[in-house]
Structure formats: structure tokens, C-alpha cells
């Protein structure tokens, strides 16, 4: 088949092309218009392969697909998802979130270790964790491991049976199944993983600072978002990614900070990205809302690390117009309402984590472009470079000959209202509800086929396990 617009996002830039694809994959490019090469003056017949198609479609062309001057991209690749199945499958579960995620024009994913029973830290628990994801895939999944007290053995054949890396904690995760890393176990785990060459992603913050602010609850108000972001200090970043750069240069482990949220961490990073292969996610929430945004007692918006201040917010816009952060990331971790303690409003006892995949390009996409960025920058944070993070580079992120021909067509201009409600992720529970987003997608393709188009979805999960 073919797929065409007067706007497809290739490596080398944005403009008139037509994507050939065979078998799921994409088999040639060719550039230009109806109109010529360039798109601008009449061209011989044959001069742009629109004029061929136009012609009648031959078998050797397949059916076309001529999306006009809506933008055609690569698809999304979002390497941080919580799925949750098997064990928490009431919090979300691969048939919800893929849907969410074909919706939101995301074709692959990568599910992180926890929160599912068993997480995912033995051999074992990957092949319960592949079994339980079979069939139920609207997009394809891969999938981290764990890092955690007690697993060192495990590693290797994870790693051997496709885990594409292995996620720790230096503070409580939140699971008492999943512990956390301390300095001491830090070290033998990343050099374990850097034996054979395997990649170690950190939740960065460390305890000391946590645990020196952990008085405000008990002089403020629980319910205050104020008295929440004062319990995780930014220093709990800084120090935790300092301690990451340091173990990561006596190991020469591979190493990526997830889900940055404090700006005066970038300058470490600015020093530790010099000397080491060390990279870094940010999230929409932590560029789309601050502080002051969150309402009292307004508990979907907690998340550790929080949500921080207007300054801090575009420092991290900064960082990623700099290239010091890498990619954009959903970190979507979602709870029962019921754990977000709505009905108090007490952020000390609320689950801390978002829920927002489906939305994720359009939120990133609406402040970015209020900063000046274009939409080949969308697709390098949330496309070719969290393609290359996850090592899946000539298979994913790129609308190239040879990658799978996962495609998104999208309308950057239109906007919508976010309805919580209407989203396909299991609970109907978002910061993002009511607030009005630019970017609206009109069709999902996974390896030439359509996953989601007009506002529906198919009806067959055509979703891959991927190692």
C-alpha cells in the first residue's frame, strides 16, 4: 500500500512524499507532490509517484492512502508505562492501555517492571508477564526489567531472553514487592548489567532529603500541594543523579535518569553527559502544568517526583531546546480513584502517579509549539530518540526504508477538550480534564494496518511482543 501527504515527517525533514510499504515494512520513499518533485510546477508523468498513483493503482503500487495536508509521522515509541497486568489489573491492564495508546498514536511501548504481581525481576516472572500480554496488544510491547535487593542472578538470562533493560529505585518504589536500590547495592547491580552490556534506568531521587522534610506533614496542611512539593526537595534529585554519574563511571554502565522533574539537576547533568552515555526523560506534566496549578486537595496531579514551579517548569523546556533532556515520556501510572484519596484530598496518603498516555502527544505538542518548536521536534523526543533509548532503532521511530511501517496522522492545528471520561485507559482520571489541547490524531497505523481511525478503534488487537 501507500500511504501520502503534502506533510510526512522523514529524518531529513517535512514535505511532500508517498511511504511504500510492503509487508509492514516500509519499503521505498519518494519524495514531491502531484505536481512535481518539488510540488510546485507540472511534472512529467512519472516524475512524482502521486502522478503514477493517480494514474490507477497497478499491483506492484497496492491500495493508496492520501491524507491531504494532515501530517503523517512515525509513531510514537513510549518506553515508560506502568501496565500493571497480571496482579493489578483493576489499576489498568494491556487491553485498556494499548487501546490508549493507538488512540494516541503511540505504536509501541515499553511496560515497566512494576507495579504488576509478580514484577517483573526473575526469568520466571517475564515469561507470566508475555503470557498474561498475549493477544491483548493493540500496539507492540516490550519489556524492562527489575533491578531490585537479591536479583544480580537474574539478570543476565533476562537480558539473554529480551528484557531491553532493567529499572531501580534509590527511595521506596511504593511496592513493598519491588525494593529499592541503596548505594551499596547500587553498584554491583550496574556492574553486573554493564558486563553484558545492558542499560540501567534510575528512579532518581535518594532518601536523605526526602527523609529531612518529612516534618512538613505534620505542620501543614495535608491537603495543600504545597506542603506535598515541599516533601520531595529537589536536592533528592540532584543528589541521587550525582550518585548515578559517579557509579556509573567506576562500572561503565549505561545508565538514563527517568522522569526528571527538577531543573537544578541539569547541571550535573550538563557535566555527568560530557564524560558518560547517560540519558534523560522528561514528562508532558512536568511541562504542561506548575505548582500553582494544582487546586488544594486536587490529588490526580501528585506524582513523585512532583510537579514543580513555574521557573523550574521552563528550565526543562530549556533543557530539552538544548538537547541536555532526550525525549518525552508519559510515565503513565495509574491507581483505582479510590487510592488517590479524592474524597480527602490528602496528598500524603494518595497514590502518587498520573494517568494520561492517550494524551500525551497532544499535551506535549500544546505548550511546545507556544515555545516556537516544530513538530519535527515532537518527533524526535517522543519518536526517533525513545526509539533509540529502547535499542530499537531501524525497526522503530522513523518513517524509513526498513522500519516497520507504524505511522500516525495527526492535525496540529485542530483542538479538542480533554473529557477524561472518553479516554480508553481504565480509570476516567486526569489533570488534564477539561483543559483544551492542540493536536488531535485521525489515524494509527501498526505495520501498514490500521489500529485506529475516525475515532475508533479495530476490533482485533494486532499488537506484537517484542524482544
Keep these: 500500500m501507500i500511504v501520502r501527504s503534502r506533510k510526512v515527517v522523514l529524518p531529513d525533514g517535512t514535505g511532500p512524499a508517498a511511504i511504500h510499504i510492503r509487508d509492514g515494512v516500509i519499503e521505498r520513499i519518494e519524495m514531491g507532490g502531484p505536481g512535481g518533485a518539488e510540488g510546485d510546477s507540472p511534472g512529467a508523468e512519472g516524475d512524482s509517484p502521486w502522478v503514477r498513483s493517480d494514474r490507477g493503482v497497478g499491483a506492484d503500487d497496492g491500495p493508496v492512502e492520501d491524507f491531504g495536508d494532515l501530517l503523517v509521522a512515525p509513531g510514537l515509541v513510549d518506553p515508560h508505562v506502568h501496565v500493571n497486568e497480571p496482579g493489578r489489573?483493576?489499576?489498568?491492564?494491556?487491553?485498556?492501555?494499548?487501546?490508549?495508546?493507538?488512540?494516541?498514536?503511540?505504536?509501541?511501548?515499553?511496560?515497566?517492571?512494576?507495579?504488576?504481581?509478580?514484577?517483573?525481576?526473575?526469568?520466571?516472572?517475564?515469561?507470566?508477564?508475555?503470557?498474561?500480554?498475549?493477544?491483548?496488544?493493540?500496539?507492540?510491547?516490550?519489556?524492562?526489567?527489575?533491578?531490585?535487593?537479591?536479583?544480580?542472578?537474574?539478570?543476565?538470562?533476562m537480558h539473554d531472553a529480551g528484557i531491553f533493560g532493567f529499572k531501580c529505585f534509590l527511595v521506596p518504589s511504593g511496592v513493598d514487592e519491588f525494593g529499592h536500590l541503596t548505594p551499596d547495592l547500587l553498584r554491583p547491580a550496574m556492574a553486573e548489567i554493564a558486563r553484558f552490556g545492558g542499560l540501567m534506568l534510575v528512579h532518581a531521587e535518594v532518601s536523605g532529603p526526602i527523609d529531612a522534610a518529612a516534618g512538613v506533614w505534620a505542620a501543614e496542611d495535608p491537603r495543600s500541594y504545597r506542603?506535598?512539593?515541599?516533601?520531595?526537595?529537589?536536592?533528592?534529585?540532584?543528589?541521587?543523579?550525582?550518585?548515578?554519574?559517579?557509579?556509573?563511571?567506576?562500572?561503565?554502565?549505561?545508565?538514563?535518569?527517568?522522569?526528571?522533574?527538577?531543573?537544578?539537576?541539569?547541571?550535573?547533568?550538563?557535566?555527568?553527559?560530557?564524560?558518560?552515555?547517560?540519558?534523560?526523560?522528561?514528562?508532558?506534566?512536568?511541562?504542561?502544568?506548575?505548582?500553582?496549578?494544582?487546586?488544594?486537595?486536587?490529588?490526580?496531579?501528585?506524582?513523585?517526583?512532583?510537579?514543580?514551579?513555574?521557573?523550574?517548569r521552563e528550565s526543562l523546556w530549556d533543557g530539552l531546546r538544548g538537547g541536555l533532556l532526550d525525549m518525552v515520556v508519559a510515565d503513565h501510572s495509574p491507581s483505582p480513584p479510590a487510592l488517590k484519596s479524592l474524597d480527602t484530598g490528602d496528598f500524603a496518603k494518595a497514590w502518587g502517579g498520573i494517568s494520561s498516555l492517550q494524551l500525551t502527544l497532544a499535551a506535549t505538542w500544546t505548550e511546545a509549539r507556544r515555545r516556537g518548536f516544530g513538530v519535527e521536534d515532537i518527533v524526535r523526543w517522543m519518536s526517533h530518540n525513545t526509539a533509540r533509548h529502547a535499542g530499537l532503532v531501524g525497526r522503530k521511530g522513523a518513517l524509513a526504508v526498513g522500519c516497520d511501517a507504524d505511522i500516525v496522522v495527526w492535525d496540529p492545528e485542530e483542538t479538542f477538550t480533554v473529557d477524561a471520561a472518553a479516554l480508553h485507559h481504565r480509570h476516567p482520571l486526569s489533570p488534564y480534564q477539561g483543559r483544551v489541547l492542540h493536536g488531535v490524531v485521525k489515524t494509527t497505523f501498526l505495520r501498514g494496518q490500521k489500529i485506529f481511525d475516525g475515532g475508533r478503534l479495530v476490533d482485533t488487537p494486532l499488537g506484537r511482543l517484542l524482544p
Design 89 to 157: 489489573t483493576d489499576w489498568e491492564g494491556f487491553r485498556t492501555l494499548t487501546r490508549a495508546a493507538a488512540a494516541g498514536g503511540i505504536t509501541t511501548l515499553v511496560d515497566m517492571p512494576l507495579n504488576s504481581i509478580p514484577p517483573t525481576t526473575t526469568l520466571a516472572a517475564l515469561q507470566v508477564k508475555r503470557a498474561a500480554a498475549e493477544g491483548q496488544c493493540w500496539v507492540d510491547v516490550g519489556f524492562w526489567g527489575g533491578a531490585v535487593p537479591g536479583n544480580l542472578s537474574e539478570m543476565a538470562p
Design 227 to 312: 506542603t506535598y512539593l515541599k516533601s520531595r526537595p529537589p536536592e533528592a534529585e540532584r543528589e541521587a543523579i550525582a550518585l548515578v554519574a559517579e557509579v556509573a563511571q567506576k562500572t561503565d554502565c549505561r545508565a538514563h535518569i527517568v522522569h526528571l522533574s527538577a531543573a537544578p539537576a541539569l547541571e550535573i547533568l550538563e557535566i555527568a553527559r560530557g564524560r558518560l552515555p547517560l540519558s534523560v526523560e522528561t514528562c508532558p506534566h512536568y511541562l504542561s502544568f506548575t505548582a500553582d496549578d494544582v487546586p488544594r486537595g486536587a490529588t490526580q496531579y501528585k506524582c513523585a517526583p512532583p510537579i514543580r514551579d513555574l521557573d523550574n
